[in-house]
Structure formats: structure tokens, C-alpha cells
């Protein structure tokens, strides 16, 4: 229900947008033309509905279609004010530069930004409102008191624009009293109970849920609800079953053949890019810092073999095989000492990755997926005791991004692997050609906003 419900409100902001967009065109030729302004309309409408679908395309890489920004606070507004400034600058750009549009408007493309900058805020402050109003959301009440059901319920708290609000956490065993929790789900109007519990294995408990199906209560095993709104995977209340149900490997095979075909157009065309840019980042690396212009470091790919992967270098280099370790492996850090002042540059803009196009084409790699590890963290004793099913990342080919970069950005602790582990298990379960591209724009974002490593 959860995935329904966000996809409904998504694709009510988007067509919100869309209305805004095409009002403003409107409400700028009613004011430029009077009651003639229908006679523009069709010399207008084909040219201006270029720049609208442009402007949807950059509201989704700014990030404004996360629902987890549909909030009306300082980091909105500065995000909505982002995307109308790149939307502008790209509309003067589009009918100035491209001669064949039969068009160049002037007062007119000013007074459509003025409008359509009025009417975006406007109803992106009503949805942002109405999106969390207490009438709109569904109470919910869990059932267990794990550390996951506590990160779920405060996750809710800290987002009731995602359409839900915690109103009981009990204990498996209280929730096993009939008479009490029926009258605790009438009592507080609950529409969804949340369970950390398998119900396979507790039939006291399957039997007390099941006689609240009158009630038409929704149920929820923790793990799925927790997925569907946090976008990871909580790796300690799954267990191997899971991994049976949800990552046969000959689901996604189709996918995986289409995807190299897509993985060696995009690498062409990344390749040009190196080629062009690669001799002047080679000049700047040598310029300011003794070492070599490239650094290779044995990574963890598909099916735990080991491969050597390519970067420029943006450590210096203090070890004798021109590395930035001279006692043994170590986590990379944020604000990292080791790092040159322009191999700091080329990390926040993911130049330091262009070489690795090579082990894109040599299959080592992907565009899309987990990163690759050091094999010295990857298969460590403390690490892999620490982690579950760690090694299942490696299940699929490592990536220049991935879902775990994009929403976990930095990691340098068992901690942080954790973390990202659990993105990376949604992406392994979840990976799509939408997916994909999502991750894709994500990253470009992340690129153009200086939010690298």
C-alpha cells in the first residue's frame, strides 16, 4: 500500500507542476495579447512544451520529486530556488541558441518565469501542507521493539509528508491479548500494523491478527515496510529466506544482458570525454604533486574476484607503489588529509573515476551498482562478522555509482558499511532500467552540486 500511495503522490506533484507550467503560459499571453491570446497559443504552445518537459527533467536531478524534501523549510526553499534559476538560464539558453523554433520572446519568456516562479511556490507550499495534514495520514502501530522498529518510527516522525503517523509501538506479547488490541485499534483508529514479528512463527499471534480483518487493518512485516519507505534493506530481521524469494539471480537476466549493451554505449561515450579531458587533469596532478598520473588498487568484483581498478590520483603519494598508505589499508576519510588540493577537486566532481571507463569495458564493471571494496576490508574477519550476508553485494558487478553512494555518501566504518550494505540489498532486489537511470540523474546532481567524496 505504502509503494502505491507514494507513487500516487508523486504523480501528483509532477502533474501539479505540469498545470503551474501551463498556466503561467496563460497567464503571460492573456497579458501580452488580451482576448487574442488564443491565436498565440499554437506558435507558442510546441516550443514552450519543449522547455516544460526540460524544466520536470531538472526539477527531478535537483531533487525536487523526493518526497523527503516536501517540506516547508529553509533547505526546500533553497532547493526550489536552485531549480528555478537553472530552469531559467537553461530557457534563455533553448530559444536563443537554437534558431529553429520560429520564436525568440523576450518579454514573453520573463513574464512566463515571473508567473510560473509565483505559481510553483505556491502550490508547492500547499502540497508541502496538505501532503502531512493529520487528516491525510494513516496511523500505524508496530508491533516488536527492535532497534529497527525504532529507526522505522522515528524515520515516520521525522517524515509525515510520506502519509504516515506512529501511534502505538507495543511488545509481541502484549499484542497477543485479543480483546485489549482490538480495542487499542478502534481506540486509536489504526490503519496499518507494522510487525517485526513473523507471524510463520508466532500462531498466537496469527491468530489475534487474523480476527482483525473485520476491522480491515492492513499488515506489514517489518522488513518490506521498512524497505518501501527507507529505500534499504534492514539486514539484521532478515534472514536467508529472504535471499531465496528475492534474489534469484535468473529473474534479472535479461536485464543484466541489456544492461551491458548499455554499459558500452555510455562508455563510449564517457571515453570521449577522458580522452579530451584526460591530458589536462594528468598536467594538474603532475604539476602539484610528485607521484604517478594513475593509481591502481585491487578491488572486490562479481563473484569475489579480485581486479585491479583504475583512477586518476588524488592522494599524494607517500608509499614506494605510489600509494597514500604507507602502514597498510586504511578507511578513507572525510576531509582527508592525504588528499591533494586538486585531487580534492577531481573526487567532488568524480573526474578521479574517467579511467575507470577501461574496466567498464573490460566487464569489471558497471555504470550502475555497488561499490567495489578493498579485498583487505572485504574479507576481514571483523567485517564479515559484524555484517551479515556482506558478501551478497558482491553478487552482482561493482559500479561507478550506486544506490548506497547516492543516499549514504561517505562511509569509513564498520558502521557505515552497515549502512550502506542495506542500500546496496535494496538496489541487488530492486534493479531496474528506472532504477538505473534514477541513480544515473542522482549522480549528476551530486556532481553538479560539488557533493562528491
Not at 145 to 155: D, G, I, P, Y
Request: with cysteine; net charge positive; aromatic share 12%.
Amino acid at each position: 500500500m505504502n509503494s502505491i500511495v507514494r507513487k500516487f503522490k508523486k504523480l501528483l506533484l509532477i502533474g501539479g507542476d505540469i498545470a503551474a507550467l501551463y498556466l503561467a503560459l496563460v497567464l503571460t499571453l492573456y497579458v501580452r495579447y488580451g482576448q487574442e491570446w488564443l491565436t498565440e497559443w499554437p506558435k507558442h504552445s510546441y516550443p514552450f512544451t519543449l522547455i516544460f518537459a526540460l524544466s520536470l527533467l531538472v526539477f527531478y536531478i535537483i531533487g525536487l520529486y523526493d518526497l523527503n524534501v516536501a517540506r516547508n523549510n529553509l533547505y526546500f526553499f533553497i532547493t526550489l530556488g536552485k531549480a528555478i534559476l537553472v530552469n531559467a538560464a537553461l530557457s534563455v539558453a533553448f530559444f536563443y541558441f537554437i534558431p529553429y523554433l520560429g520564436i525568440t520572446p523576450k518579454t514573453n519568456l520573463f513574464l512566463d518565469m515571473v508567473f510560473f516562479a509565483i505559481l510553483l511556490v505556491l502550490w508547492r507550499q500547499f502540497y508541502n501542507y496538505a501532503v502531512k495534514a493529520p487528516v491525510l495520514l494513516n496511523n500505524v502501530m508496530i508491533i516488536g521493539q527492535s532497534q529497527e522498529a525504532k529507526e522505522l518510527a522515528q524515520f515516520i516522525k521525522d517524515n509525515p509528508q510520506l502519509g504516515y503517523r506512529v501511534k502505538k509501538i507495543i511488545k509481541p506479547e502484549d499484542a497477543k491479548m485479543l480483546t485489549d488490541l482490538i480495542e487499542l485499534i478502534v481506540q486509536e483508529k489504526i490503519k496499518i500494523i507494522v510487525t517485526s514479528v513473523n507471524p510463520a512463527k508466532d500462531l498466537d499471534l496469527v491468530k489475534n491478527l487474523y480476527q482483525c480483518i473485520p476491522l480491515k487493518v492492513i499488515v506489514a512485516d517489518l522488513p518490506r515496510f521498512y524497505e518501501n519507505l527507507t529505500g534499504k534493506v534492514p539486514v539484521s530481521v532478515i534472514e536467508e529466506v529472504w535471499f531465496l524469494e528475492n534474489l534469484m539471480t535468473d529473474r534479472k537476466s535479461l536485464f543484466e544482458a541489456t544492461k551491458r549493451l548499455t554499459d558500452l554505449f555510455l562508455a563510449a561515450i564517457l571515453g570521449a570525454a577522458t580522452l579530451i579531458l584526460g591530458p589536462i587533469i594528468a598536467l594538474a596532478i603532475k604539476a602539484t604533486s610528485p607521484g604517478p598520473i594513475f593509481f591502481k588498487q585491487k578491488r572486490v568484483g562479481h563473484d569475489n574476484k579480485i581486479f585491479e581498478a583504475i583512477k586518476f590520483r588524488s592522494m599524494y603519494a607517500l608509499a614506494p607503489d605510489g600509494s597514500a598508505e604507507k602502514n597498510g589499508a586504511q578507511w578513507t576519510k572525510e576531509k582527508d588529509s592525504r588528499v591533494t588540493p586538486v585531487g580534492r577537486y577531481i573526487r567532488k566532481t568524480r573526474l578521479d573515476e574517467l579511467p575507470q571507463v577501461w574496466n567498464v569495458i573490460k566487464n569489471e564493471m558497471s555504470f550502475v551498482g555497488p561499490r567495489p571494496e578493498r579485498p583487505e576490508f572485504a574479507f576481514s574477519n571483523e567485517l564479515l562478522s559484524q555484517i551479515p550476508f556482506y558478501q551478497v553485494r558482491h553478487s552482482i558487478k561493482p559500479g561507478l555509482t550506486g544506490w548506497a553512494q547516492i543516499k549514504y555518501p561517505y562511509g569509513s566504518s564498520i558502521p557505515d558499511t552497515m549502512q550502506k550494505l542495506q542500500y546496496d540489498l535494496y538496489y541487488i532486489k530492486n534493479r531496474s532500467f528506472l532504477l538505473d537511470l534514477a541513480i544515473i540523474l542522482k549522480t549528476i546532481k551530486t556532481i553538479l552540486s560539488g557533493g562528491g567524496r
